[in-house]
């Protein structure tokens, strides 16, 4: 029991419930109104929630909306962190991705037209998204690093990120940019996946033996 006589695991519950309320109730306003046009002020109400416990939990407003930075930004480093033994990072990165893809995962851009529209309608939101590209490129770069035993983050690992994660943007982007044009989730797929396969099939003479996982 905590000082204020409540079991952890109960204050842990209800502080995910009330974030998840918040991200709810901030994606339902920005999608109706526009993302610039809705205030923190507003989300909070909408959330039944004091303003204060609405930046506690999302210190910046853009976080209201990409609720799942966390994932997007430390994905492609946990990727390579956890390949098989005898994997590659390329061989990793390249099953992570289609495996999302056929998935349709929201961390590739599948998210629904409305979702993508009120990204493409706010620079803010596409500035944040650039912004956490960049993080999870730095992050995959660490994490390279470190399955090379070349700490600190040194140039070859550098290159290798930005080639790597290159992949994964392109691939984003594009479902991002069917989305908008109104193709499902199964047609999306049917595309990019082909294209995905073939880029990274191309980095396996640089990459291929890249980063390979000791068994």
Same mark, same amino acid.
């Given at each position: 029991?905590?000082?204020?006589?409540?079991?952890?695991?109960?204050r842990?519950?209800?502080?995910?419930?009330?974030?998840?309320?918040?991200?709810h109730a901030?994606?339902?306003?920005?999608?109706?109104?526009?993302?610039?046009?809705?205030?923190?002020?507003?989300?909070?109400?909408?959330?039944?929630?004091?303003?204060?416990?609405?930046?506690?939990?999302?210190?910046?407003?853009?976080?209201?909306?990409?609720?799942?930075?966390?994932?997007?930004?430390?994905?492609? *480093? !946990?990727?390579?962190?956890?390949? @098989?033994?005898? =994997?590659? +990072? #390329? $061989?990793?990165?390249?099953? &992570?991705?289609?495996?999302g893809?056929?998935?349709?995962?929201?961390?590739?851009?599948?998210?629904?037209?409305?979702?993508?529209?009120?990204?493409?309608?706010?620079?803010?939101?596409? *500035? !944040?998204?650039?912004?956490?590209? @960049?993080?999870? =490129?730095? +992050? #995959? $770069?660490?994490?390279?690093? &470190?399955?090379?035993?070349?700490?600190?983050?040194?140039?070859?690992?550098?290159?290798?990120?930005a080639?790597?994660?290159?992949?994964?943007?392109?691939?984003?982007?594009?479902?991002?940019? !069917?989305?908008?044009?109104?193709?499902?989730?199964?047609?999306?797929?049917? $595309?990019?996946?082909?294209?995905?396969?073939?880029?990274?099939?191309?980095?396996?003479?640089?990459?291929g033996?890249?980063?390979?996982?000791?068994?």
């Amino acid at each position: 029991m905590t000082e204020t006589g409540t079991p952890p695991n109960l204050r842990e519950l209800n502080k995910r419930r009330t974030r998840e309320a918040i991200s709810h109730a901030a994606t339902r306003l920005f999608i109706e109104r526009g993302f610039d046009r809705t205030t923190i002020a507003e989300v909070a109400a909408a959330a039944g929630v004091a303003k204060m416990t609405v930046t506690n939990h999302f210190p910046r407003k853009e976080d209201l909306f990409f609720d799942i930075h966390e994932e997007l930004v430390g994905r492609l *480093a !946990r990727t390579v962190t956890e390949r @098989e033994p005898g =994997e590659s +990072a #390329l $061989a990793a990165l390249r099953r &992570d991705c289609l495996t999302g893809l056929d998935r349709h995962d929201p961390w590739l851009g599948f998210s629904g037209a409305d979702f993508a529209r009120t990204i493409a309608d706010s620079p803010a939101l596409g *500035a !944040r998204l650039r912004e956490l590209n @960049e993080q999870a =490129e730095a +992050a #995959l $770069a660490e994490a390279l690093a &470190d399955a090379v035993h070349a700490i600190p983050v040194d140039f070859e690992s550098r290159v290798a990120a930005a080639l790597l994660a290159a992949v994964d943007r392109a691939v984003s982007t594009e479902v991002f940019r !069917r989305t908008l044009a109104g193709e499902d989730h199964a047609a999306i797929t049917a $595309a990019v996946r082909p294209w995905a396969a073939q880029a990274f099939d191309r980095l396996e003479g640089a990459l291929g033996n890249y980063a390979v996982r000791e068994g």
